[in-house]
Nanobody, 127 residues
Framework: QVQLVESEGGLVQVGGSLRLSCAAS????????MAWFRQGLGKEREFVAA????????SYGDSVKGRFTISMDRPKNTMYLQMNSLKPEDTAVYYC????????????????????WGQGTQVTVSS
């Protein structure tokens, strides 16, 4: 059974930065594609970013392009999300997700394509 454990989020001021991590237990092949999603209060769960283990190809949601960077430390089986230039609209619960499938880039944003989910971590951006 794969478990995904996110790092603690936090409270950040507008324009600030924060890095989230997601550590995956289980074999590396269980997380060939990993992703971050987020859900604001009263909103649908939204795709943030994803990365493919084999070639480290990445995909980003339009609202975070140029500000967020996803990366993966394969030996540690840990994924990161570096968030810069944070805005109040980035406030949400951030979820880590993983699947054993290596999705093509256009499929990475589909939350139905992920089998494992973390518990979520709150990120609040204050103005």
């Amino acid at each position: 059974q794969v478990q995904l454990v996110e790092s603690e989020g936090g409270l950040v001021q507008v324009g600030g930065s924060l890095r989230l991590s997601c550590a995956a237990s289980g074999g590396a092949s269980s997380t060939n594609t990993m992703a971050w999603f987020r859900q604001g209060l009263g909103k649908e769960r939204e795709f943030v970013a994803a990365i493919r283990r084999g070639d480290r190809k990445t995909s980003y949601g339009d609202s975070v392009k140029g500000r967020f960077t996803i990366s993966m430390d394969r030996p540690k089986n840990t994924m990161y999300l570096q968030m810069n230039s944070l805005k109040p609209e980035d406030t949400a619960v951030y979820y880590c997700a993983g699947t054993s499938r290596s999705w093509i880039l256009s499929a990475m944003s589909n939350k139905e394509g992920y089998d494992y989910w973390g518990q979520g971590t709150q990120v609040t951006v204050s103005s």
